[in-house]
């Protein structure tokens, strides 16, 4: 069973922007740290960025002033805007819920190149 939804991944040009979201429930949403982690091939699963229920974030310091975490608590979902894109962004992102135990989307390929 899928909890989170992910969306907005894709294939953009280096320097180029993409937004990424996931929707989750409730129950799930409004207690949970959210967060956005990536695996590139051949590498390990890494966090990008966080969010808490009340806003505090928290970056990967390769996404500093080019990434940026929010939430919508209406909506139930985070987004990860991301600008700037290189090369090195390319991979899997997933989206991630803290509440007790972890959920996570199924992920979203993200490809920077030109």
């Known amino acids: 069973q899928v909890l989170l939804v992910e969306s907005g991944g894709g294939l953009v040009q280096p320097g180029g922007s993409l937004r990424l979201s996931c929707a989750a429930p409730?129950?799930?949403?409004?207690?949970?740290?959210m967060g956005w982690y990536r695996q590139a091939p051949g590498k390990q699963r890494e966090l990008v960025a966080s969010?808490?229920?009340?806003?505090?974030?928290n970056y990967a310091d390769s996404v500093k002033g080019r990434f940026t975490i929010s939430r919508d608590n209406a909506k139930n979902t985070v987004y990860l805007q991301m600008n700037s894109l290189t090369p090195e962004d390319t991979a899997v992102y997933y989206c991630?819920?803290?509440?007790?135990?972890?959920?996570w989307g199924q992920g979203t390929q993200v490809t920077v190149s030109s």
């Open positions: 409730d129950i799930i949403f409004s207690n949970s740290v």
């Open positions: 991630n819920a803290r509440f007790q135990i972890d959920y």
């Open positions: 969010v808490t229920r009340v806003g505090s974030t």
